[in-house]
């Protein structure tokens, strides 16, 4: 009869293999024992068929052995008070906050359990500066902010008057923002991380763009780090996990994912019926991670060394995270009889543990040994990019207050004997009656406490967070790049996509300036006729081109190169959002003014990738978004669910950016030009949002009048005057973007037919009319008795005479956004409503945003007026050919 699993041979069996196996590890070391287990697996499947079965996880252990641990290198006991004020005061900060002002919120649990791997972090491995100049670059997990405050409260660079002002920003003086806002914080936070999510798909692509920049030769690669610290729940969140494998296909040795495993997010449980960080190793691993689990404390050490037939790492692997959980919150006896329990073989190694004991066995991510050979290892590692899965208790230290229970996330309150419990626990020197309201600790300066995390910042080239602009000025580009662009193109037709695309070579081409440019496009270079940079820049990849391209022998063939300057990222927005991001912030985060266009389908932006467009604000990132094939109407064929009549409502929100619907060349120029002056010469923080579209159409030459660039910029002059001087039917027609042709059309049948006399403008920007106008309001609002500001809209228009018909291939909210300072009857002509596969033309007539219906829309508004009878609009419907009664394309 052949051993089984239980019987006492298999058992004598498995140890004189695992003897063996010693001796070889002793003798040969690991590389020799790996190779051995190697040859065994393959022998076993040649002789006897046995496929090992496949797995994607390692045992529920640390992943490098206690024997192999790096040496802890500072004083542990310095290092665990210093920790203890850091866990104080930001406690403090968040109960104080809550008993002045009830509700304000904060939170106390996810730093209480992510507090060692931050110490250890900031005592031993971020770097500010490194000695050749570059730096760490730190992703803060959000809802751990208050311990980043408390931190900078010790190393006396934040007062305690802002402590006091958490979450109460608006106070005398100042507060401190809820969660890492560079916006609002624009000396401390760098990364706005607070939209779960967001922070690992950023890091990613920011390691990847510091390669990028080394690769081109903008920036000396020095071994600077990206480390990004998050939270186990967050890593349900699809853009955590959508953009792995560009990390280690690119071999990003460079980033590091330090993930808090505290087994639970805000309700409850991550899994509680499965393992958070076994599920995560198989994807990590399977992606091409190095994955370092960082699971149990020194307190284990022994256990599982002398656990020589693996009973106990089985049944570590067995318990699920629920069951884990509850561990946290019971007494030893009970995780002795569940956990221990289950076999006498187990329950007999630890019969030497008191009760006491075993509930106080330390996890991983609460051992600052285990942390600091985790964190040694993985900056050590090259090839690829690390995961850090280290095992912790969420809200740890609070006890009854809320230690691993599921109420934890929400904990903001504590009552006296918690605080004072928490206050024993970490020995912080607060007497009883002082307890309270909760007061804020600080030793003085030349406490042994504070002089050792001075020194040990000191050592890593200074404090962090901290965020600063690091480059000068660019000087701006030539006006040569720009001014061929205000000729116009003699009637031949060309689409505002490829006035960019040609622009954008221009300014590639600039000898001095050229490098700054970053091209970046999801998969769509073809669709924007921008191939031909393929060949005159090249596109990025960081092993150059191991292939003979199909295309070769053509003139524009696919050329990827180390040095290219194309980010082709492939068929993805929100990571070339990300490339856009890390490229519009290098001029703060690397003193390198990289200038990123990153041109898409305008569909999928602001619907899609809205979320990191926000986040691009916050963090006062600069460049261009070039929304292509823009516009419900314009986009010919494609349908529901490509063609965009609404990029520009959703652009409205953002309060930095300036968004664009430009109809010529000239005028894509202008804003083009006063947009790299304004962001890179002047420093400003904003950025722009520019639609462009596929539609080929002649590009007339700028208007000589002076005020047409102000207008352009402003976002709004008049385009073409009536030549029928004298009239009495006069009206204005608004246009923009490709229906600016329709409008022209327009003025043209309204003339001809109706003897109406219709001037044309050009709106450029309703999202600037609007924020102008506001403006004025608000200021007129605040000093009620002096003199008006009249907003330019109504300045710019007040002159003119007749009602006013706005059309553009977006939705009718935008010109209505400006009715009551537009002086006279409003008219809006848009494209609400769900899109359709169909050419131009009947798209513009089902939409009724082309000229018939523009003239429709003026001879009703000239009949309101009583100039017109409505005889004639009746008759013009005829004449025009419209259909009364067909259906509403807005809901339709
Ligand atoms: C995109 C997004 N959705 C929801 C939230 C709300 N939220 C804040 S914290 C949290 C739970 C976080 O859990 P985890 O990532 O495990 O962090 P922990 O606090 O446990 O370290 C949630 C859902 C958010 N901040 N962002
Ligand atoms: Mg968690």
């Known amino acids: 009869m052949p051993p089984t699993e239980t019987d006492g041979l298999e058992v004598l069996e498995t140890r004189e293999w695992v003897d063996s196996l010693d001796y070889v590890l002793e003798k040969g070391g690991p590389n020799r024992a790996g190779r051995l287990l190697q040859q065994l697996a393959l022998h076993a499947r040649r002789e006897a068929g046995i496929n090992l079965p496949f797995s994607a996880t390692t045992p529920y252990q640390n992943t490098i052995p206690s024997r192999q641990q790096a040496p802890f290198p500072g004083s542990q006991e ?61 992703y803060f997990q959000g809802h751990a902010a208050p311990g980043m405050y408390s931190r900078a409260y010790l190393e006396g660079r934040i007062s305690k008057e802002k402590l006091q002002n958490f979450r109460r920003e608006l106070k005398p003086g100042g507060g401190l923002s809820s969660y890492p806002h560079p916006w ?48 186990d729940g967050e890593m349900d969140e699809p853009e955590s996990l959508g953009s792995i494998t560009l990390a280690s296909r690119e071999r990003l040795d460079n980033l590091i994912f330090v993930v808090n495993c505290n087994l639970q997010r805000l309700d409850g449980p991550v899994r509680g019926n499965g393992k958070i960080i076994q599920e995560l190793e198989a994807i990590f691993r399977g992606a091409g991670w190095n994955v370092i689990k960082v699971i149990w404390g020194s307190d284990w050490d022994s256990l599982i060394q002398n656990d020589r037939d693996g009973l106990l790492v089985k049944r570590l692997g067995e318990v699920s995270d629920g069951q884990y959980q509850k561990y946290f919150v019971e007494s030893g006896a009970y995780f002795r009889q569940n956990m221990f329990g289950t076999d006498p073989r187990l329950l007999k190694m630890v019969e030497h543990f008191s009760d006491e004991q075993l509930a106080r066995m330390r996890l991983g991510g609460h051992d600052p040994i285990k942390v600091h050979a985790a964190y040694r290892a993985a900056a050590d590692h090259t090839g690829s990019p690390t995961i850090i899965l280290a095992k912790t208790i969420k ?75 690091r480059a000068t000025p660019l000087k701006p580009f030539p006006d040569a790049h720009f001014e061929e662009f205000h000729k116009g193109t003699e009637g031949r037709e060309v689409s505002t996509t490829m006035v960019f695309v040609r622009l954008l070579a221009k300014l590639l081409r600039d000898p001095e300036l050229g490098k700054f440019i970053v091209p970046i496009v999801p998969d769509e270079a073809r669709t924007f006729g921008m191939e031909a940079l393929f060949r005159q820049v090249g596109i990025y990849s960081s092993v150059g081109q191991n292939y003979e391209p199909v295309d070769m022998d053509t003139l524009l063939y696919y050329k990827e190169a180390k040095n290219g300057q194309i980010l082709e990222e492939g068929i993805t927005e929100s ?34 990738i809205g979320d990191l467009i926000w986040a691009a604000a916050d963090m006062r990132c600069r460049g261009f978004l070039v929304g292509g094939t823009a516009g419900r ?17 959703l652009a409205l929100p953002v309060p930095n950016l300036l968004a664009f619907d430009p109809a010529f060349a000239y005028e894509i120029a202008i804003i083009v030009q006063d947009g790299i002056r304004r962001m890179y010469v002047d420093q400003e923080s904003i950025f722009y949002y520019l639609t462009v579209t596929n539609e080929p159409l002649p590009m007339p030459e700028m208007p000589a009048e002076a005020n047409v660039r102000d207008g352009v910029l402003k976002g709004l002059y008049r385009f073409k005057a009536s030549a029928k001087t004298g009239s009495l039917l006069r009206a204005q027609l608004l246009g923009s973007g490709t229906i600016m042709y329709e409008v022209l059309k327009a003025q043209q049948i309204l003339e001809e037919k109706y003897g109406v006399a219709a001037d044309v403008w050009s709106v450029t920007s309703y999202k600037e009319l609007y924020r102008n106008a506001n403006d004025c309001e608000r200021w007129n609002m605040l000093h009620p008795a002096e003199a008006a500001k009249v907003p330019y809209v109504t300045q710019t228009l007040k002159a003119a005479a007749g009602p006013f018909i706005a059309a553009s291939d977006y939705m009718k909210v935008l010109p209505e956004s400006l009715a009551k300072w537009v002086p006279g009857q409003l008219v809006s002509l848009g494209t609400d409503g769900f899109g359709r596969s169909e050419n131009r033309a009947a798209l513009r007539d089902f939409f009724e945003v082309d000229a018939k219906h523009i003239v429709l829309a003026t001879l009703g508004a000239l009949a309101r007026e009583k100039k017109i009878g409505t005889d004639v609009v009746k008759r013009a419907i005829q004449e025009l050919g419209i259909n009364p009664e067909k259906a509403n394309p807005a809901v339709s």
């Open 395 to 469: 809200g740890y230290g609070l006890g009854e207050a809320g230690e691993g229970k599921n109420i934890t996330h929400q904990q903001k309150k504590l009552n006296d004997d918690e605080l004072q419990m928490f206050r024993s626990r970490f020995g912080i020197p607060i007497p009883d009656d002082e307890l309270h309201n909760a007061p804020f600790y600080r030793p003085s300066d030349d406490s042994p406490e504070i002089k050792y995390m001075q020194a040990r910042r000191q050592q890593l080239g200074g404090y962090m967070p901290t965020r600063k602009v």
């Open 633 to 649: 109407t314009t986009l010919a064929g494609e349908g529901l669910q490509h063609q965009d009549g609404h990029s520009h409502v």
């Open 184 to 231: 609002l914080m624009p000396d401390f936070w760098e990364f706005p991380t607070v939209s779960m999510g967001l922070g690992p798909i950023q890091a990613i692509y920011h390691a990847r763009f510091i390669k990028y920049l080394e690769n081109r030769g903008l920036k000396q690669s020095t071994g600077g780090k990206v480390w990004a610290f998050l939270g």
């Open 575 to 608: 990571g070339s959002m990300c490339s856009f991001i890390a490229a519009g912030t290098a001029y703060a985060n690397h003193g390198i003014n990289t200038i990123p266009f990153f041109i898409y389908y305008s569909m999928f932006g602001f619907q899609r």
């Open 78 to 138: 310095m290092e665990r008070r210093i920790k203890s004020l850091v866990r104080w005061n930001a406690l403090a900060m968040v109960v104080r906050a809550n008993k002045i002002q009830e509700g304000i919120g904060g939170h106390i649990s996810t730093y209480a359990s992510a507090a060692t791997l931050y110490e250890v972090a900031f005592n031993h491995f971020l770097r500010a500066q490194t000695e050749n100049g570059d730096r760490d670059v730190v």
